[in-house]
């Protein structure tokens, strides 16, 4: 049976169902777009405290700059330069050297004493290998000058090498890392970041330098303290190191030799890092339910290397952004259920006259949510569908406005932060805010009191800093006095005033296509922390919105901040300007004072004795030129003189004599004459080359018979009257030259005369072997008596023909594989072998000898060995048996230890083919008699021992470690040694792990 129901219970099921449906989408729209809304303004929120962090980073550093390059200027750092260059006096005071550098010392600890994060500052030389001349550290709550016996030469440090070619005026800045003694990392870690300015001589050459280093960690801890409870922060230097980490152990990968970096752990960073035009990124999650919201600036803090950033990140975890979005999901769904239940009552009484209303909010709804503006609601309904069409209306008018409110505040606040001087600022001001605030003209006027011109602040104005779509009137002042017109009116009572009763002769708003007069004008003033910076003028020809004058009000606090930040920091270089002004205008004062004192006192006895001056000096004038022309004239070496284009001035006759010229022949004539042509386009650059660098140089000279001879040409300046003149000594250096030729054709035959000796060695030593070999089975068999017809005596000397000849054999064949290798004549076989294998083999074969030695032998292998390494085995074995047979053989007692492993960073690698990383270290240690430090680089030389009667004591040919470096060279590696006579030594054998077949 079919059921049936009245019209009015389905229409009532199918409003209740709409109603139902239109609340619970109505929910779901907010919920999703209060989502969305959070998300935005957290990362606007998070960009916002990414970009507060640059600030106090940024003064911090301006605050080193600023420091280091004022320590470098004071008086007493000058003042203890002077007496270091007179001999420990300061000309200009007459202060000692040791007061001066306690003055120094002085404003060092002051210095560190108004600076918590210095950790030391230090005053380098830049003689003698860059050795601390002073040094002040902070030693706990102590600061207190470093003992002389702790200063250290910084010979080698990268940052020296880089201060020592600034410009003067510029500041090096170091990139920020761990405190290093030596090239090792100090423990406990310290970041550093370091700043030095060199200190000038007279001359212009460096003196010094003056370095501050500041404890960066400090300035991260301090400006961290205001980090909300659910951000993570992080900050990196431009290669991804982390300086700010809450897991300590991925700190500092670079200098703590690990790789976790930030591009690592977040790869969609590396290509922000890697793109130098993008500076700023914020990435959401891919998973929202576990996921965090990532943001990441670069902050540029050296202007000497662009390129070079602190990556500074902030992390906030998705959920904790919209965790405030789920009450209201909960509390909307109740509201709809009972939004449904109520239409389900009054559905059968209100249907008709609701359901067009309803029908008309839900099409509006779906409309707004999909971004449409122009929406019209049944306002005019006299029931609760009115009420909630025009509060829904409200409700998108004023979210409207806010949003329009905030993204014309966050767009103008961009585009004018970063300006240097306020006239740049105001105009970018004005272009930017007077279309936004729906003006055509606007002016924007500062005070006095945060201009530039320091001197007008006696009488407070306002002029126009920057304007837009405004033009200057003759009838009207540049400038208002406070409490003169409007905008004085307006400056003197601090109050906005808005005016709509325009003048007729008031401003006129022109165009191409015409004119006409603004029907409104508003005058706001510009505060920062209560004192006025200036005021907006902006007239409009459609008035202002509410919207707009709170968008007004809003945007004159920042514009009084940046004006205030502007106009501190031009004050702060105009005051500097005048300091360095004064100073040298009391200094130029109290030298002109000085030089008139002594002009006054001496201007008597000059007028007496002038006459006579006169009279002596035209005399010595007479006799000089006759010497001076008698030296030039009898000198062996050509002497000419030349102007700034290079036309002869004088030519002396050892000139004549060179170039078999006269001097009629040459003087009025380009100096090029005397030159082959290659030269000829060098001679302009070499003149101005010379002045500034002093050297002389060797160069082709044209005789008149057309011959070329070698000759020595040096140059030097002096002035006559108001022109330069440059003076040219000419030698001839034909011999010389023969004589280096000579020289270069002896080292050839010698060289020549050393590889054949090298040849003979090889072959002889190579014949001499057969004969040995007979004479050594003889003496052996003689030894052994088998027919027991010999004497105990003639056994023993036939041991003693025996080993002999086994001492002959060994040097023969130690001077057959040198001669080898001196001759080219040596080959190697490299495949791949066991460390383990050549380790066991050795181990074999001393092992008896240390039983017998009565000396411990230890071996040890370390952990990260690769199993095999590509290289000669034979020739390896050969060193290390080389190396443990010295060992053994100069320890009586002790022991001797064999270590195979890979080498630190600390062991600085002289060949270009070795590597940190691709390198096998085997090192021989034993505790014997040790070798002296002086006698290190004799060892390895062939026939060479430690001491002379080493070789009586304890035998051996000398030729043993000539052979072993020569091979380590072979193998692509080398050998080094660390010895202290009395305590031992260590041999070392630095091995490539893979080296390409070759053959020498």
């Known amino acids: 049976m079919k059921l049936k129901f009245p019209i009015t219970a389905k229409l009532s099921i199918l ?55 004022l320590i470098s200027q004071v008086q007493s750092t000058q003042g203890f330069m002077r007496a270091n260059l007179n001999r420990g006096i300061d000309p200009e005071d007459g202060s000692t050297r040791a007061q001066l550098e306690s003055r120094v010392l002085t404003v060092f600890k002051e210095m560190m004493v108004t600076r918590d994060p210095y950790r030391q500052i230090r005053f380098i030389a830049a003689e003698g290998q860059g050795r601390e001349i002073l040094k002040v550290e902070r030693f706990g709550n102590r600061i207190d000058r470093a ?26 800045l170091s990139a920020p890392g761990l405190a290093k003694e030596k090239g090792v990392v100090s423990l406990p870690h310290s970041l550093i970041l370091r700043a030095a300015v060199p200190v000038y001589k007279p001359d212009k050459e460096i003196f010094g330098l003056v370095v501050i280093d500041m404890d960066f960690e400090s300035v991260f801890k301090n400006i961290s303290k205001n980090l909300l409870e659910n951000r993570t922060l992080y900050i990196t230097d431009a290669k991804g190191d982390y300086l700010v980490h809450p897991d300590p152990s991925k700190l500092f990968a670079s200098d703590l030799g690990h790789d976790r970096r930030i591009q690592k752990e977040a790869s969609r960073i590396a290509e922000v890092m890697a793109n130098t035009k993008t500076d ?7 998973d929202k339910a576990r996921g965090n919201v990532f943001t990441f600036q670069k902050f540029h803090y050296n202007p000497l290397h662009p390129n070079a950033y602190l990556g500074i990140a902030l992390e906030a975890p998705y959920r904790d952004i919209i965790k405030g ?95 240097k001087n306020l006239q740049d600022f105001g105009d970018a001001l004005m272009e930017a805010l007077t279309p936004a605030a729906g003006a055509q003209v606007g002016v924007l006027y500062i005070s006095s009191a945060f201009g530039r011109d320091i001197r007008s602040r006696d009488h407070e104005t306002l002029t126009i800093l920057g304007a837009c779509g405004y033009t200057e009137r003759a009838s009207l002042p540049a400038a208002f006095r406070w409490g003169e017109g409007l905008v004085g009116q307006c400056a003197k009572d601090r109050t906005s005033r808005l005016v709509s009763d325009i003048p007729e002769d008031y401003l006129s708003i022109a165009s191409a296509l015409g004119e006409s007069r603004p ?21 409009s020809l459609n008035g202002f919105s509410e919207v707009q004058l709170s968008f007004l009000e809003q945007l004159s606090f920042n514009i009084g901040v940046i004006i205030s930040s502007i106009s501190a920091s031009v004050r702060t270089e105009e005051l500097l300007e005048e300091a360095r002004q004064t100073a040298e205008e009391l200094q130029r004062s109290e030298e002109e004072l000085k030089t008139q004192q002594e002009e006054l006192e001496a201007s008597n006895e000059e007028m007496e004795e002038r006459t006579r001056e ?56 380009n100096i090029k004459m005397l030159m082959p042509d290659s030269y000829h386009s060098e001679q302009e650059d070499y003149l101005s080359r010379y002045v500034t660098s002093g050297e002389g140089r060797e160069v082709k000279g044209n005789r008149r018979d057309g011959s070329i001879f070698p000759m020595e040409l040096s140059v030097s300046a002096f002035a006559f009257g108001n022109r330069r003149y440059f003076s040219v000594t000419i030698r001839d250096i034909t011999q010389r030259k023969e ?25 002889m030593s190579h014949e001499l072997r057969t004969p040995l070999n007979s004479l050594l089975i003889l003496a052996r068999s003689l030894a052994g008596n088998e027919e027991g017809n010999l004497t105990e005596d ?153 001491d002379g009667s080493t070789d009586r004591h304890y035998g051996g040919t000398g030729l043993g470690l000539t052979i072993a470096r020569k091979f380590a060279h072979m193998l692509g590696g080398e050998i080094h040694v660390v010895s202290k006579k009395g305590k031992g030594s260590t041999f070392t054998l630095i091995l490539p792990a893979a080296r390409a077949r070759e053959s020498i």
């Open 794 to 946: 003639q056994i023993e000397e036939a041991k003693i023909i025996h080993n002999g000849g086994l001492e002959l054999l060994g040097l023969i064949n130690d001077i057959l594989d040198l001669s080898k290798v001196e001759a080219g004549k040596m080959s190697l076989v490299t495949e791949e072998i066991s460390i383990n294998g050549i380790v066991k083999r050795l181990e074999q074969q001393f092992d008896p000898i240390a039983r017998e030695a009565g000396v411990a032998f230890h071996l040890r292998l370390a952990e990260n060995l690769p199993e095999t390494l590509h290289t000669d085995s034979q020739r390896v074995e050969q060193i290390l048996k080389n190396l443990l047979s010295n060992a053994f053989k100069f320890t009586s007692e002790g022991s001797v230890t064999l270590e195979v492993s890979q080498p630190g960073k600390e062991i600085s690698l002289q060949r270009e083919t070795l590597e940190h990383g691709a390198t096998i270290a085997f090192s021989v240690t034993d505790s014997g008699i040790g070798i002296e430090e002086s006698k290190l680089n004799d060892i390895f030389e062939a026939f060479q021992q430690e």
């Open 739 to 763: 004589a280096e030729n000579k020289l270069l054709r002896y080292q050839e035959d010698l060289e020549l005369s050393s590889r054949y000796k090298s040849e003979f060695l090889a072959n």
């Open 147 to 172: 003992p002389e016996d702790k200063l250290q030469e910084q010979e080698g440090e990268s940052y020296l090498e880089e201060a020592f070619r600034l410009q003067p005026g510029e500041v090096y």
């Open 15 to 69: 409003v209740v169902v709409m109603v139902a449906a239109t609340a619970f989408a109505i929910n779901e729209v907010y919920v999703r777009g209060s989502n969305q809304v959070l998300v935005d303004l957290t990362i606007k929120d998070m960009e916002k405290e990414v970009g507060a962090f640059t600030y106090p980073l940024g003064n911090f550093i301006d605050r080193l700059t600023d420091d280091a390059r």
């Open 325 to 419: 979005t789920e009450k209201i999901a909960r509390d909307g769904f109740i509201f709809s259920l009972c939004v449904s239940l109520a239409a389900a009552l009054t559905a059968i009484v209100l249907l008709r006259f609701s359901i067009r209303p309803l029908n008309r909010i839900a099409e509006a709804v779906v409309r707004y949510r999909r971004g449409e503006k122009d929406i019209h609601l049944p306002t005019d309904s006299p029931d609760e569908i009115g009420v909630l069409a025009r509060e829904f209306q409200a409700m998108m008018k004023q979210k409207g406005e806010e949003d329009w409110v905030k993204e014309n505040l966050v767009a103008i606040s961009r585009s004018i932060l970063g300006f």
């Open 519 to 539: 029907t409104h004008m508003l005058l706001l003033p510009v505060l920062f922390e209560n004192t006025l910076a200036g005021v907006l003028e902006l007239a």
């Open 280 to 286: 700023r990124v914020t990435f959401l999650p891919e």
């Open 614 to 669: 006169l009279e002596e000096l035209n005399k010595q004038i007479k006799e000089s030129g006759d010497r001076l022309s008698a030296v030039v004239g009898s000198a062996l070496d050509g002497i000419m003189s030349i102007d700034e284009r290079g036309i002869v001035q004088t030519f002396n006759p050892a000139c004549e004599r060179l170039f078999g010229y006269s001097a009629q022949e040459v003087v009025d004539q």
